[in-house]
């Protein structure tokens, strides 16, 4: 059977970029997804799956199907003594950008008072290569479709009511 919208998958991955493992799936612990319903993956790695079967796969997926671009307007300077905590490299908050929107801004590099912070997510701009195994794949029931996510193994399971 092929995956198709609306379709249940148990998979594995890992995540490359430039060469370098970023992201893994817990080994020996299928993820279970339903297509359409899986905010949590890049739309191009959802698209790469509709049609495969279960087996061994590697997908590249470009900047603009995972995280999109990188963009430099995102990147911005501010004096430490105006952030709304005392920063720490690597950590994160949020705050109103110039455009009005708030954005989940990191901090990247801290010299003396100046603090670089980056909105962009860490791998916008960056082709992504997944090599995954798809263990299984079932078309979703009217139920599952109508929540929104999966049922029983590997998915929600709802109290039985009296």
Same mark, same amino acid.
């Given at each position: 059977?092929?995956?198709? &919208? @609306?379709?249940?998958?148990?998979?594995?991955?890992?995540?490359?970029?430039?060469?370098?493992?970023?992201?893994r799936? &817990?080994?020996? &612990?299928?993820? =279970?997804?339903?297509?359409?319903?899986?905010?949590?993956l890049?739309?191009?790695?959802?698209a790469?799956?509709?049609?495969?079967?279960?087996?061994? @796969?590697?997908?590249q997926?470009?900047?603009? &199907?995972? @995280?999109?671009?990188?963009?430099?307007?995102?990147?911005?300077?501010?004096?430490?003594?105006?952030?709304?905590?005392?920063?720490?490299?690597?950590?994160?908050f =949020?705050?109103?950008?110039?455009d009005?929107?708030?954005?989940?801004?990191?901090?990247?590099?801290?010299?003396?008072?100046?603090?670089v912070l980056?909105?962009?997510?860490?791998?916008?701009?960056? =082709?992504?290569e997944?090599?995954? =195994?798809?263990?299984?794949?079932?078309?979703a029931?009217a139920?599952?479709?109508?929540?929104?996510?999966?049922?029983?193994?590997?998915?929600v399971?709802?109290?039985?009511?009296?």
């Amino acid at each position: 059977m092929k995956i198709r &919208q @609306y379709w249940v998958i148990r998979f594995e991955y890992l995540l490359q970029i430039d060469g370098e493992v970023v992201d893994r799936s &817990q080994e020996g &612990q299928p993820l =279970t997804i339903l297509t359409q319903f899986a905010p949590d993956l890049p739309a191009g790695l959802e698209a790469a799956l509709v049609g495969k079967k279960p087996g061994n @796969y590697r997908v590249q997926i470009p900047p603009e &199907q995972a @995280y999109g671009p990188y963009d430099p307007a995102r990147r911005v300077e501010a004096e430490r003594d105006n952030l709304p905590e005392e920063p720490r490299l690597g950590g994160a908050f =949020t705050a109103e950008g110039e455009d009005g929107r708030s954005w989940l801004y990191r901090v990247v590099k801290m010299e003396g008072g100046r603090v670089v912070l980056d909105a962009n997510h860490r791998w916008a701009g960056k =082709t992504l290569e997944y090599i995954f =195994t798809i263990h299984s794949v079932r078309p979703a029931d009217a139920e599952e479709v109508a929540h929104g996510h999966v049922h029983g193994e590997g998915g929600v399971v709802h109290p039985m009511k009296e």
